[in-house]
């Protein structure tokens, strides 16, 4: 039974760490991984995931900074902290947290967005910022009806999203915090941090300075996320012309050009499965991120492992190649796809036939020469 008139002392804090701190860890531990596995599967533009249990001594400050009465109302004894580079990563991998909640089947405690708000003390916010505030506040709602997002003030100007995910262990909820937010953000904090935070009375010129670092660190956010935008932009442009000019469709192979040890047993049947699946899509189109993995799923599973004696044989080595590139090529990731094809800096054509005997009819309506000599000219 936690003391509740009495004041909470460092003896009790180590007390609660002794019988609680473990699980704690657990939480801690299976959240972090999730995040983990997510930003691979992904791609998250996550920067850095830091992630620490509160010391003993810090906890014990900050029972007396906020007059706690309980230490289990304390909900950041587990913290993450999650760092992007631009302000446009933030929604995605709100996204994905709210997705991680679910694959855990963990409860959303809240979220806390500090200063991003429009209230009167606040100087009217980028348009970037309202934007990625709607966000929030739909997509929480759709996926946790229940919560609202929370819009607080910090006088300090400090700005971040704070999350409470309870993950359930042993019949009980433990509450991870997770602070997510840009590295100019986190560089604020930790300066911030460093001279002010859990250090008393504060000369007001120090608040103040903090306070307009604050401001022109926000504004620095805001340029190096439109500097971004220009970049996109500019390799849309590179990727729309490649694609325009690069292959409509998968090339659907004449049986007679297809290994005959590819056509036998399993293996048969995946590479059958994977034609399938591939045959008729057009990669000049919207990249269609749900048929391209699971072609890509289908093609790892057709085309490793192989046998060492079958991956060096040549037509072997030559198909599994090519079909790697076109599905680079497909999501949009042409460099790679380009290696593939020009891993020397010139045109590089497999001797698969030799010279005195003609390769089949059609093969240079193949994929090497109707899909990629473009990319030859273009890197």
């Not at 801690?28 to 691979?40: S, V």
């Not at 991998?93 to 991680?100: A, F, V, Y």
């Not at 076109?326 to 460099?335: A, I, Q, T, V």
Request: proline residues 5%; hydrophobic residues 35%; neutral net charge.
């Amino acid at each position: 039974m936690e003391k509740q008139n009495s004041p909470i002392t460092l003896d009790d804090v180590k007390i609660f760490y002794k019988k609680k701190m473990s699980c704690y860890q657990s939480a801690l531990d299976l959240l972090t991984n999730a995040i983990d596995k997510k930003q691979k599967e992904k791609k998250l533009p996550i920067y850095i995931i830091k992630s620490r249990i509160k010391a003993e001594e810090s906890t014990f400050l900050k029972t007396k900074r906020d007059k706690a009465k309980f230490l289990s109302d304390i909900t950041d004894y587990a913290g993450i902290r999650i760092l992007c580079l631009f302000k446009q990563d933030l929604e995605e991998i709100h996204d994905s947290l709210l997705e991680i909640c679910k694959d855990l089947s963990a409860e959303l405690g809240e979220i806390t967005l500090y200063n991003w708000g429009k209230e009167e003390k606040m100087d009217r916010p980028f348009e970037e910022d309202k934007r990625l505030i709607e966000a929030i506040m739909e997509h929480s709602k759709a996926s946790f009806p229940d919560i609202i997002p929370a819009q607080k003030i910090k006088e300090s100007g400090y700005k971040s999203l704070h999350y409470i995910i309870k993950v359930e262990l042993a019949g009980k909820n433990w509450p991870v915090e997770i602070q997510l937010r840009t590295i100019l953000q986190d560089a604020w904090g930790e300066l911030e941090h460093s001279l002010s935070y859990k250090k008393g009375n504060i000369h007001p010129h120090v608040k103040k300075s903090f306070v307009l670092l604050s401001r022109d660190l926000d504004t620095n956010d805001y340029l190096l996320s439109h500097l971004k935008s220009i970049v996109e932009k500019e390799r849309y442009g590179t990727h729309y012309s490649i694609r325009k000019a690069g292959p409509t469709k998968w090339l659907d192979y004449e049986d007679n050009l297809i290994p005959d040890e590819l056509k036998e047993g399993e293996r048969k049947t995946l590479l059958d499965q994977y034609r399938e699946c591939v045959r008729e899509r057009n990669p000049r189109q919207k990249i269609d991120l749900n048929w391209l993995k699971d072609a890509r799923q289908l093609f790892d599973k057709f085309a490793n492992p192989l046998p060492t004696w079958l991956s060096n044989k040549k037509e072997v080595k030559y198909l599994i190649n090519m079909e790697n590139a076109w599905l680079y090529f497909s999501e949009g990731n042409h460099k790679e796809a380009e290696k593939v094809y020009n891993p020397d800096g010139h045109l590089k054509i497999p001797h698969l036939w030799p010279l005195e005997n003609p390769p089949p009819s059609g093969w240079q309506n193949g994929f090497l020469f109707s899909c990629f000599s473009f990319l030859m000219q273009a890197f």
